[in-house]
């Protein structure tokens, strides 16, 4: 998330959105293709799974004290100094600018959280299913992300997961 991120911070609004879009649709058609890593379209099949989350209750647990854990330094990170810098730069970038905020190094700094939120997430999806394929790279994906987001509301903390919620129904 560092490398894309880096190369994605130096455009804004629109362009700054199709770049990233389209970094991801590289990566995937990387994943796609390269059969001896990834296992190309069928993925990765029989993932060890440690024995403790191998059974259904254990991997509920799991996955539930993960997503707490994520979900309250998630609560934590916006109610921060560097979360009100980051609403700032949402909200008025220039104007952030003018104030002194490097607006790119925050932005570089949210994707990499974002990135690393989205591999806990893909650990927890193998942990539950004990596979894993290139198709969940898709970029359908991230527009229901972004749909969820929508739906629930993307200023409010909550927001994105009433949408999610909405969704997934």
Same mark, same amino acid.
């Given at each position: 998330s560092f490398i894309m991120g880096a190369l994605c +911070?130096?455009?804004s609004k629109l362009y700054f959105g199709m770049f990233q879009i389209s970094l991801g649709s590289l990566v995937w058609a990387i994943a796609f293709r390269?059969? *001896?890593? #990834?296992?190309?379209?069928?993925?990765?099949?029989?993932?060890?799974?440690?024995?403790?989350?191998? *059974? +259904?209750?254990?991997?509920y647990y799991f996955v539930l004290v993960v997503c707490v854990i994520c979900v309250t330094s998630m609560a934590v990170i916006v109610r921060s100094p560097f979360g009100s810098i980051l609403k700032s730069i949402r909200d008025n970038p220039?104007?952030?600018m003018a104030i002194g905020v490097n607006v790119k190094h925050h932005?570089?700094?949210?994707? +990499?959280?974002? $990135?690393?939120?989205? $591999?806990?997430?893909?650990?927890?999806?193998? +942990?539950?299913?004990g596979s894993v394929f290139p198709a969940l790279m898709f970029w359908t994906l991230s527009l229901e992300?972004?749909?969820m987001c929508l739906l629930g509301g993307m200023f409010t903390f909550i927001g994105?997961?009433?949408?999610?919620?909405? #969704?997934?129904?």
């Open positions: +911070v130096r455009l390269w059969k *001896s890593l #990834t296992g190309g379209d069928d993925g990765l099949h029989g993932i060890p799974i440690p024995q403790i989350l191998s *059974s +259904v209750s254990g991997s220039e104007r952030s932005q570089l700094l949210s994707l +990499v959280i974002a $990135g690393a939120y989205a $591999g806990v997430s893909g650990t927890l999806f193998v +942990v539950l299913e992300v972004l749909i994105p997961m009433i949408g999610a919620g909405i #969704t997934v129904m």
